[in-house]
T-cell receptor, first 115, second 111 residues
Framework: GAGVSQSPRYKVAKRGQDVALRCDPI?????LFWYQQALGQGPEFLTY????????KSGLPSDRFFAERPEGSVSTLKIQRTQQEDSAVYLC?????????????FGPGTRLTVL | GDSVTQMEGPVTLSEEAFLTINCTYT??????LFWYVQYPGEGLQLLLK?????DKGSNKGFEATYRKETTSFHLEKGSVQVSDSAVYFC??????????FGTGTSLTVIP
């Protein structure tokens, strides 16, 4: 596709369930980012990949959060034993390469609601 | 650490009014600065950017100038339209590893 796609667009989970969120970046983009956006807030960085290497995971809020990008293309963000505070929109973004001036292209997000 | 402080909203303006949304930043290096816009029901889109001091980014009638002396990147538009109603986010990036976003400013333009 022409842009970044994410699936599912909406996810409702019961507290304690595991969830997996998928991101398909723009073809050929080296850099991939995950952000968490709480209601009424700006996106907050979770983790960054350059190709298949996870170079920065400093924003992951706990060890229940895990991200992977095994072939340097599609990425999955997994949240284990979901809690209510995990409810947020999870955004994926990609960029041609890691340069500070490069635009990040964002997907539509996955809205996660934990009951 | 790196951060962005953005004018709080919501902001409500009449059509053709002048818009300013303030943004100031703190950065350990030499950041690139961005304004992103989120229209209702859509994802974040780049509105404009500036990569070094005194650069002016512009797009769709919006402008912002990278002011190193005041660490600011205020967004302006001379005459807003109803279609400009959206949430606007200021952001910075120093290394390209991540963006730091402000909390967003919701703009509503009424006819």
């Amino acid at each position: 596709g022409a842009g970044v796609s994410q699936s599912p667009r909406y996810k409702v989970a019961k507290r304690g369930q595991d969830v997996a969120l998928r991101c398909d970046p723009i073809s050929g983009h080296v850099s991939l980012f995950w952000y968490q956006q709480a209601l009424g807030q700006g996106p907050e960085f979770l983790t960054y990949f350059q190709n298949e290497a996870q170079l920065d995971k400093s924003g992951l809020p706990s060890d229940r959060f895990f991200a992977e990008r095994p072939e340097g293309s599609v990425s999955t963000l997994k949240i284990q034993r979901t809690q209510q505070e995990d409810s947020a929109v999870y955004l994926c973004a990609s960029s041609p390469e890691r340069l500070a001036g490069n635009e990040q292209f964002f997907g539509p997000g996955t809205r996660l609601t934990v009951l | 650490g790196d951060s962005v402080t953005q004018m709080e909203g919501p902001v409500t303006l009449s059509e053709e009014a002048f818009l300013t949304i303030n943004c100031t930043y703190t950065a350990t290096g030499y950041p690139s600065l961005f304004w992103y816009v989120q229209y209702p029901g859509e994802g974040l889109q780049l509105l404009l950017k500036a990569t070094k001091a005194d650069d002016k980014g512009s797009n769709k009638g919006f402008e912002a100038t990278y002011r190193k002396e005041t660490t600011s990147f205020h967004l302006e538009k001379g005459s807003v339209q109803v279609s400009d109603s959206a949430v606007y986010f200021c952001a910075l990036s120093v290394t390209g590893n991540q963006f730091y976003f402000g909390t967003g400013t919701s703009l509503t333009v009424i006819p």
